[in-house]
């Protein structure tokens, strides 16, 4: 086994996940199976509980974990399926070694952090609960280079660099920030930062250099020579259009064969890349745009990740570029959504909690509705669809989701039952992929082009089932239903030209090579729409 590791140094945000990616894509494309893993060191156990504004999108994997927005780029890139393995906090390490001390599994020992919780770090780090083999294990360290929090995971990166002597490649992401009054690029903080690693008995095998200008090579010969670095280990990373160009721009300076000749692996002639470039291509090739409109809550960027990543691949594949407009629920009401959605051909109702900005989804939803404009609502966009059919279709004026108001007669939306005593909030929602029928014939089955499928969730409330006929009758079909459970898993209304709601979160499982169906027929929906 081969262990890459990732640090940042110098400033957070540089794009440690979009490397990691791309090395993870590179990797395979010389035929090397990998994982990726991203730890973290914050106290939260896992990132489930923090609100978007902290940190960015929950993404959630196959087997019912709330992880890192990262892991979402593991699977766009690479394909691979992430699992609850992939994702660990300081919080999660630390509540590991204490249990097992309350247990007793240490009688008599005092416990330390080193190497009582560098050990836990290291067991993670070689997956050993993961049944599965790789040829290359990346892991990827949050924060950047000097925090505190991080110490106890480069202790360990130190130990299994000295006990896998050859099996393991440090990279370091750095900053090079330009100067402007001075016209100069600056690689001090870089300088700075490999020397803090050293003094941690870290070298840096491969330094990955950000920058928004071009790095002459002067400037790389001094940073490499500087950092203790072979030349041909420093590569930069500029400012590209697309994340999606980063593992070609790394391809072209030799980040592949550096890692694989520091290894001692064999390097393909000709790495497989060609679905990639395809894309790449592709996507540069679409000239004429389609606009979606976004109504969310959350004006952070990285909040809804997943869904504008997905959006773009969809587009892609449509011949088009996706220009997201972002708007904001809170603020959209009745008199003014004409104007705020003007122009648009299509829009998703964005997932969310709690109270602020849900009457604005609402809003939306109706507007898409009865103006027949493509509308897709995720998860609670779903449920405010739901909502708002309830109120201006079957005539229940105060119809609402039991999360919103409580006291509700028409409570179309309501917790389910197994939730209803859960106090505790980490980890407890309705997490994870489960299966969904599709009914016959109808949007949702066409689209999907399968009966049964498997989609992921994130949710603790629920259609109400007492009011699924009144739904089917007034024109609102349940065409996505779990098998086992009987729970509502999509709307649609046949007669407009793409109304559909998916209790699930289909954008964790778009990537760059298996777009999702759900948002490919939109955009093409959208699109078509747009033209007629
Ligand atoms: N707040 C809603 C629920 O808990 C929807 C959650 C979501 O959109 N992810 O059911």
């Known amino acids: 086994m081969k262990y890459i590791f990732v640090t940042g140094g110098v400033v957070s945000s540089l794009g440690k996940g979009i490397i990691s990616s791309s090395i993870g894509k590179l990797l ?59 994702s660990v906090t300081t919080g999660r390490i630390y509540s590991t070694v204490i249990e097992k001390e309350r247990r007793g599994d240490y009688l008599g020992k005092t416990i330390q952090v080193v190497p009582h919780i560098t050990d836990e770090i290291k067991r993670r780090i070689r997956r050993e609960d993961d049944p ?9 360290i949050g924060g950047t280079i000097g925090d505190i929090e991080s110490m106890p995971f480069l202790e360990a990166i130190r130990q299994m660099r000295w006990e896998n002597p050859g099996n393991v490649v440090c990279l370091h992401l750095t900053y090079i920030p330009y100067l402007k009054a001075a016209d100069e690029l600056k690689t001090k903080p870089t300088q700075h930062s490999v020397k803090e690693m050293q003094g941690l008995g870290l070298q840096p095998d491969i330094l990955v ?39 070609v721009a790394m391809q072209d300076q030799g980040l592949d064969r550096a890692i694989l000749r520091k290894l001692g692996l ?9 679905g990639w470039k395809d894309f790449l291509a592709r996507r540069a090739s679409a000239v004429s745009t389609v606009k979606i409109a976004l109504v969310g809550k959350y004006e952070l960027q990285d909040a809804y990740k997943s869904i504008r990543e997905s959006l773009q691949h969809a587009g892609v594949y449509n011949d088009r570029k996706v220009e997201i407009r972002f708007v904001n629920s809170e603020f959209l009401t009745m008199e003014n959504v004409e104007e705020k959605l003007a122009g648009i051909s299509g829009m998703v109702i964005c997932p969310g909690f709690g109270q602020r900005g849900t009457e604005g989804k609402v809003v939306a939803a109706w507007y898409g509705r009865t103006r027949d404009i493509p509308t897709f609502g995720i998860c609670f966009g779903m449920q405010m669809m739901v909502v708002e059919f309830a109120r201006n279709v079957l005539g229940y004026a105060d119809a609402d989701s039991s999360e919103i108001n409580p006291a509700t007669t028409h409570n179309v939306i309501d917790i389910m039952e197994e ?64 098998p086992k459970a009987d729970l509502v898993e999509i709307v649609e209304i046949p007669g407009l030209k793409w109304y559909i709601a998916a209790q699930f979160h289909p954008e964790y499982r778009s990537t760059v090579l298996k777009p999702h169906p759900l948002f490919m027929s939109f955009v093409k929906a959208a699109i078509e729409s747009s033209e007629k």
Do not use: W
């Not at 980490?426 to 689209?447: D, F, H, I, N, Q």
């Not at 629920?462 to 739904?471: G, I, K, L, V």
């Open 28 to 86: 395979q494309a010389h035929g090397y199976s990998i994982t990726i893993q991203k730890f973290d060191p914050y106290i939260n156990v896992d990132p489930g509980t923090l609100n978007p504004y902290e940190h960015g999108e929950c993404y959630v994997t196959e087997d019912g974990m709330e992880t890192d927005l990262d892991l979402g780029h593991y699977e766009r890139f690479t394909n691979i399926r992430t699992t609850r393995g992939n």
């Open 419 to 482: 939730q209803k005593n859960i106090t505790r909030m980490g980890g407890t929602m309705r997490l994870g992929a489960y299966p969904c029928r599709l009914k016959e014939g109808s949007l949702a089955a066409g689209v999907y082009g399968c009966p049964e499928i498997s989609e992921r969730h994130r949710h603790r409330y629920e259609f109400n089932n007492a009011y699924r006929e009144e739904f089917e009758a007034a024109g609102m079909k349940c065409t996505g239903i779990n």
């Open 266 to 274: 064999p390097a393909e002639e000709k790495p497989a890349l060609k």
């Open 132 to 140: 599965e083999k790789y040829d290359f294990i990346i892991t990827e």
């Open 209 to 247: 250099l950000r920058t928004e200008k071009h790095l002459g090579d002067e400037l790389m010969h001094k940073v490499a020579s500087f950092c203790n670095v072979d030349r041909d280990c420093v590569v930069q990373s500029e400012d590209l259009p697309s994340i999606y160009e980063v593992p």
